[in-house]
């Protein structure tokens, strides 16, 4: 199984940027794809999951910026980020999950994202 992480960069505070997670087809239908993220010195955090029904949960330090969504046509899971902040700052990671299992088998490579003030 591997997912492709892509769509990072540099932007500036109070900008965006869209993440694209893509997976084979055999995978995208099995599992969820959700979104992590790490930052130097730090421990990884989850950034946005969504289940199978489409419920959506997102860590406290983003929610009302960043939207999980999810394309069946395109075997992707996007995450948009808008209003990032300098904190934002960190390399995130898609990683998969078996619908209904909080274990996550997979893990993408990562992508960087900076934030300049």
């Known amino acids: 199984v591997q997912l492709q992480a892509s769509g990072g960069g540099l932007v500036q505070a109070g900008g965006s940027l869209r993440l694209s997670c893509a997976a084979d087809?055999?995978?995208?239908?099995?599992?969820?794809l959700d979104w992590f993220r790490q930052a130097p010195g730090k421990e990884r955090e989850m950034v946005a999951t969504m289940n199978w029904g489409g419920i959506r949960n997102y860590g406290d330090s983003v929610k009302g910026r960043f939207t999980i969504s999810r394309n069946s046509a395109e075997n992707s899971v996007y995450l948009q980020m808008t209003s990032l902040r300098p904190e934002d700052t960190a390399i995130y990671y898609c990683?998969?999950?078996?619908?209904?299992?909080?274990?996550?088998?997979?893990w993408g490579q990562g992508t960087q994202v900076t934030v300049s003030s």
């Open positions: 990683a998969a999950r078996k619908f209904g299992t909080d274990t996550y088998a997979y």
């Open positions: 087809g055999r995978t995208f239908g099995r599992f969820a």
